[in-house]
């Protein structure tokens, strides 16, 4: 199995209502794509200064699975929104 976590920091003008369509687009992530065993995501709540907006943890069977993820038809819009919406995307990809 593997584990893709994924850190986002936001640029102080990523509008409200973009934000929360690509939250829910996240969500219809969930069991939708052939190979994600699981998918969780949520916003910092600590607020440090080292510490960034958001995080996505997804777990995969196959790290080849991650290649299905990373074109799927259910993720492809979403990266209309964290790409220019971010300052810094952080990923890291490791074997459970």
């Known amino acids: 199995m593997i584990r893709h ?3 986002f920091k936001f640029k102080p003008d990523f509008p409200p209502a973009d934000k929360q369509t690509w939250i829910e687009g ?3 992530m969930a069991g939708n794509i052939p190979g994600m065993a699981s998918l969780t995501h949520g916003p910092d709540v600590l ?4 510490s960034f907006d958001y995080a996505i943890v997804a777990d995969f ?3 080849e699975d991650i290649a299905v993820y990373n074109t799927h038809p259910l993720h492809e819009p979403l990266k209309a929104y964290s790409f220019p ?3 810094q995307i952080l990923a890291v ?4």
């Open 93 to 96: 990809d490791f074997e459970l």
């Open 61 to 63: 069977e196959r790290v």
């Open 85 to 87: 919406n971010s300052e």
């Open 5 to 7: 976590t994924v850190l």
């Open 26 to 28: 996240l969500d219809r």
């Open 47 to 50: 607020g440090q200064e080292r």
